[in-house]
Each structure stands twice: as structure tokens, then as C-alpha cells.
């Protein structure tokens, strides 16, 4: 195959253009890597380790352990009627909240006394206005201000939900004076 001269001309200009580019672009390469070896020095002398090492470290650390995904474990604690034992609901426990369910067995209608007046008012009341005094000085977020759910079966409770209870000593009371209430009610049912 034979190219006209004028042809040769055009090819020799093409390869002439690419040699240009490739020496431009070396020159860049070269003073990208000079430009490496300067902040790794920098991030060296401040005690930084280097970005290579660090994606070794990542590969390391990425590989997680089967007991690391585990769901946050829930604890359960009977909650029993005062005066014969009987289990009347249990309560589940986890680091965000704590979780009252009442029985199948146990119908209480949510108007019954105590349970607002007492348990709703004046226990998990009286820990939400000490939360907000708390949130106003700045000791803790608005959002960590103990609040609470009571889901219904029509009018008659199935499960008092307490989110941001905080405090151990707190579960210990909320139990506590959730099986005082609700053994009260039902001794109020009974009347």
C-alpha cells in the first residue's frame, strides 16, 4: 500500500503531535508524583500515616464478625400481679426504650385508675418534667426527653411503649410502678 506524499506529510504530523502529548503528559505524571512525594512527607512528619497504608488497614477492619450484626438484644422481665405472683405482662428492654406488653389474658380498659393519674402523670410525668428542665440548661438534647405510647386494642391497653428512659434506676421504677398500676386496675375492674 503506497501513500501519496502528501499523505506521508499528514502521518508524520499525526505522530509528531502524539510524541508532543505523550512528552506533556509525562511531565505532568512527573510532577503529580513529586507532588505525592511532598504531602506524603508532609502527612509523615505529622504523624499521619500514608494513604496506601491506609486502604490496607480499611481491608483489615472491613471484615466483620458474624456477632457484630446481631440485632440489639432484648431483655424480658416479667411483671406480676402483687398480691398471688401471676405474670400480668413483661416488659422488654433496650437501649433506646422499654416496652410494656400486657398479657393476652389481661383486659384493662386505659380509663382505669390508676393508670393515668398515677402512671402516665404523675411517675412517667414527673421524670419527663425534670427531662425538660434538664433540656433547657443544655444537659441534655430535647430530643433525649423521656416520652411515652400506649397502644390500644380499641379503648383497652395492649403495650405502653417509654422511649429515652436514660437511667437504669428508671426501668426499675417504671416496672415496678407499672405492676402497682396495673394490679391496682384490675382490682378496680374487679369492684
Known sequence: MKFSAEQVKEIAALKESLIEQIDRHQES??????????????????????????????????????????????????????????????????????????????????????????FLDRIIGEMKKKDCQEAESGKIQKESIIDYIVNKNGTDIREIIIKNYRQKERVNELINTAGWSLTRMLENIKK
Open 29 to 118: 505524571i512527573e510532577m503529580l508524583e513529586k507532588n505525592i512525594t511532598v504531602l506524603d512527607s508532609f502527612l509523615k512528619d505529622s504523624s499521619f500515616t500514608k494513604a496506601s497504608q491506609l486502604e490496607i488497614k480499611k481491608e483489615i477492619e472491613i471484615q466483620p464478625e458474624p456477632k457484630k450484626i446481631e440485632k440489639p438484644v432484648k431483655t424480658s422481665i416479667p411483671i406480676k400481679r402483687v398480691n398471688d405472683g401471676k405474670i400480668i405482662a413483661n416488659a422488654y428492654v433496650t437501649p433506646e426504650q422499654l416496652s410494656i406488653v400486657l398479657d393476652n389474658e389481661i383486659v384493662i380498659n386505659a380509663d382505669t385508675p390508676p393508670f393515668k393519674s398515677f
